[in-house]
């Protein structure tokens, strides 16, 4: 009798759904608010000139627009086009899967004084889910693709902690609230691990 095969991927990401929809219920019902304005207000006491300017460049680095910009290169300059082919696919599903989820929630920005101009729904975060999405992707592909070295480790060090960065910058410059960062990290997690799977069983040559 064979043993029933369980994919650990598959459970991993039905356990993160399950989360999100408990975590978005909260933040629907106002129960995550008192820690939203905790959270903002521990950070709103580190504002300083020269790390509003530095977030601010995160931020920005942490855009759909700037992580187009790095499709393209790797599309021109890559020996592989089937990488940037793929970053690009991710890129663009992780944005509508954000721009979709942002119109049933509908939730507003955070009403405090924000330190950039931004418009639209924020909840799930944007630049939470889409820089976890296509830095994660490309930390994927690099595990893959690099042989185990120091240099590997720290490419992929600084890739995670640049997901973090970009995050915290969002609420550092008062236009989300924490509930929204963590809402996004958690389904754009989710997210990456069914594309990943759909990346190996295409057998895309990344």
């Not at 978005?24 to 608010?33: A, K």
């Not at 070295?149 to 640049?162: E, Y």
Request: no cysteine; net charge positive.
């Amino acid at each position: 009798m064979k043993k029933l095969k369980i994919d650990s991927s598959l459970i991993f990401f039905i356990i993160l759904v399950i989360i999100f929809i408990l975590w978005s219920i909260l933040v629907l019902r106002g129960n995550l608010r008192s820690l939203d304005d905790q959270v903002f207000s521990l950070i709103h006491h580190i504002h300083y000139g020269y790390l509003t300017s530095f977030f601010k460049v995160i931020t920005y680095l942490g855009s759909a627009v700037v992580l187009g910009g790095i499709v393209l290169f790797v599309l021109i300059f890559a020996h592989n086009k089937f990488i940037g082919i793929s970053m690009g696919i991710n890129l663009f599903l992780v944005s509508m899967l954000n721009l979709l989820l942002k119109n049933i929630f509908l939730i507003p920005r955070p009403d405090t004084i924000t330190l950039i101009e931004e418009h639209g729904f924020s909840y799930p975060s944007g630049h939470a889910m889409v820089s976890l999405a296509f830095y994660g992707f490309a930390i994927y592909l690099i595990n893959m693709k690099m042989k185990a070295s120091i240099m590997k480790k720290l490419i992929m060090g600084l890739l995670v902690l640049f997901i973090i960065l970009v995050g915290f910058s969002r609420i550092y410059l008062g236009v989300h609230h924490f509930s929204d960062i963590i809402g996004g990290y958690i389904i754009s997690l989710a997210y990456l691990i069914l594309y990943i799977k759909l990346d190996r069983k295409l057998g895309v040559k990344s």
